[in-house]
């Protein structure tokens, strides 16, 4: 009985023990480490969408540029054919 006991004091001591090393609170350093790639993970993340808005607006502007071509030619053609009448 006493060996069990014994047995059983032990294993949760040994268990006790390294719990707290893991859940010590984290130092300055650590904090400082942390905050630091967060913010590289956020620039990474905003980088990465105004890539995409960049992209967004040049592939929206060329549209635009070849609606407006089309418009303009449109118009040279119906202006040619009322010329002619």
Known sequence: MKRIAVLALL???SVAESI?????GMTIQEYER???IAAKKQQKVNRKAA???RR???KVGKKQR???KKYQKA???SAGRVKRR
Request: charge should be positive; aromatic fraction near 0%.
């Open 75 to 77: 118009q040279r053609r």
């Open 51 to 53: 890539k995409k808005q």
């Open 34 to 36: 942390q905050s630091q």
């Open 11 to 13: 294993a949760v001591l």
């Open 66 to 68: 070849k609606a407006m």
């Open 56 to 58: 967004m607006l040049r």
């Open 20 to 24: 707290p090393a893991h859940a010590q």
